[in-house]
């Protein structure tokens, strides 16, 4: 038996974890989104932010109460996912309220800004530019990773761009909700391997008895 378990394992560090990168991209989207588009003393305004704010504290919150609480860690991330599931249907209804598409997963649009791997919301906001312009890519100021040449379809100069910003949070709200998915499975899977913080402090304390 391994004598040297530590009682409390290695936590936090969630500002590395990709999923509340991607939050945290989505809370900053939204807010300038909600200030921009959405009255702001209706209750839809509040709603939005505190829904994508919520899946981003509850990727850290989980992340920091790992260390003594599996369970904890477990229940918190399952409430940064349905956070950004709720966000994700009232960006939907934004744009099915106002007769504007959803655009599939399928198209050129999200996958650009997907392979742009933007990591500020002024990323975002140079593909949108180049979104509605209907340029190449090329004369907007991409993020991160951005492709040599763009795969934005000719057909986006019709879009307004509310529709193409919805289309963007939606777009990297599929990466989030992605991610977590992952991260509740490998969570669960290691709740169901190791036990969680009372187990640990059993087999600590029988590993040093012995």
């Known amino acids: ?68 609480s599996k369970k904890m860690e477990l229940k918190l991330t399952n409430v940064a996912r349905a956070s950004l599931e709720e966000l994700r249907l009232d960006y939907e209804d934004f744009l099915r309220q106002r007769g504007m598409p959803v655009w599939p997963r399928e198209d050129a649009r999200r996958a650009e800004l997907i392979a742009r791997r933007p990591a500020a919301a002024d990323d975002v906001a140079a593909w949108a530019r180049a979104v509605h312009g ?25 879009s307004t761009y509310p529709e193409i910003a919805a289309n963007g949070a939606l777009a990297l709200l599929a990466v989030a909700c992605s991610l977590l998915d992952r991260q509740l499975a490998a969570q669960a899977a290691a709740f169901e391997k190791e036990g969680g913080f009372t187990e640990r402090l059993y087999r600590v304390r029988r590993g040093r008895r012995d």
């Not at 209750?43 to 994508?52: E, Y």
């Not at 907007?140 to 000719?154: C, F, M, Y």
């Open 134 to 158: 209907g340029q190449d890519g090329q004369h907007g100021q991409g993020g991160r990773g951005a492709s040599p040449k763009s795969t934005v379809s000719t057909k986006s100069t019709t």
């Open 1 to 68: 038996m391994d004598t040297d378990e530590p009682l409390i394992p290695p936590h936090g560090g969630y500002r590395k974890l990709k999923s509340f990168q991607v939050a945290q991209l989505v809370y900053d989207m939204t807010v300038r989104f909600c200030d921009r588009y959405i009255e702001k003393r209706s209750r839809t305004h509040d709603q939005m932010v505190q829904a994508a704010r919520s899946g981003v504290q509850n990727i850290a919150e989980g992340s920091q109460a790992s260390g003594t």
